[in-house]
């Protein structure tokens, strides 16, 4: 995956709230209303081996009432796509600015208007507007504040706890899943899901159809211009997509259940679908670039 280097940043798209400090709880995980990548099924499983602290008490670094959010950096390094192809910080803000331009696009042909929601990246722990969360939740979208949130630790994560490839690209996936339930929360889809688990709930659905956006967006990231009318993105190889789909396949119900819990595949217990579902809805977004074509809630077969 590599950046346009003459391409323009908009920072303002992402708050970074690292550096702050006191404990903070875990609720976001437990019911609060987060909608995440891992969520519920990854914080339930290494509660059950140690993995985490349901207190969250302790060393968890949080932005604190009354701190201010602090861009200066953020804003002097990541100015092209040249910071993005150099900075890993950078890289990100050029994700994130890249799936936003491609959904107030696709919002604006039909007939929408499209909110842009920021990214917010934090260590340790945050509150949200959905209550507060410990990194062990994993990157989440909130429905009450429209915002995103991530530690960027979790993709370190992603490659030693859950033993995916990684790459920038997989990373991307990651953050499209995310601004995938934005969009969901936009149209209304979100308000029809309630706590439900199960492998054809509505829980299943959501997330599966989250994944199918963020293969529709892949589809259109080298054609999406930004706001200065030149794409962000400029190369997504199929090793990029390869390892997309490695990290969908590292974050279904059952390979999280079998592989970091305790052996046992619990299908009662399923919220985002199986890994075999997963990179089926991804595929299915990136090879038809059409986000009709992720109506999961319509479907007998999810695969």
């Not at 995980?29 to 008490?57: D, H, R, T």
């Not at 969360?133 to 490659?159: H, K, M, N, W």
């Amino acid at each position: 995956m590599r950046f346009d280097e003459g391409a323009g940043l908009d920072t303002s798209e992402v708050d970074d709230l690292r550096g702050g400090g006191g404990g903070i709880g875990s609720r976001v995980a437990l019911g609060g209303g987060g909608l995440g990548i891992v969520g519920v099924i990854i914080y339930f499983v290494l509660s059950q081996i140690g993995g985490v602290s349901p207190s969250g008490a302790g060393s968890l670094g949080e932005l604190g009432a009354g701190q201010q959010v602090s861009n200066g950096s953020l804003a002097q390094e990541c100015r092209t796509g040249a910071d993005a192809n150099s900075n890993h910080d950078c890289a990100i803000v050029a994700i994130v600015n890249s799936i936003q331009d491609y959904w107030s696009d696709q919002f604006a042909r039909s007939g929408r208007t499209y909110r842009t929601a920021q990214t917010n990246f934090f260590t340790g722990g945050v509150r949200t507007g959905c209550g507060s969360a410990t990194s062990d939740v994993g990157p989440f979208y909130c429905p009450a504040d429209s915002e995103v949130y991530i530690d960027l630790s979790f993709y370190q994560e992603l490659r030693t706890r859950f033993g995916a490839e990684g790459g920038t690209f997989a990373e991307a996936y990651v953050l499209a899943h995310e601004y995938g339930h934005h969009v969901q929360n936009l149209l209304g889809t979100s308000r029809r899901v309630g706590k439900e688990s199960g492998p054809t709930s509505g829980s299943v659905r959501l997330e599966l159809q989250a994944d199918c956006y963020a293969g529709v967006w892949a589809n259109h990231a080298t054609t999406t211009p930004s706001s200065t009318g030149r794409p962000l993105i400029s190369e997504v190889t199929q090793d990029d997509i390869d390892r997309a789909l490695d990290t969908a396949s590292r974050i279904g119900d059952d390979y999280i259940q079998s592989n970091l819990g305790g052996g046992q595949v619990d299908e009662s217990q399923f919220t985002h679908g199986t890994s075999a579902q997963r990179e089926r809805w991804f595929t299915t977004g990136f090879q038809t670039g059409d986000p009709a074509r992720c109506d999961t809630f319509g479907t007998n077969n999810l695969g």
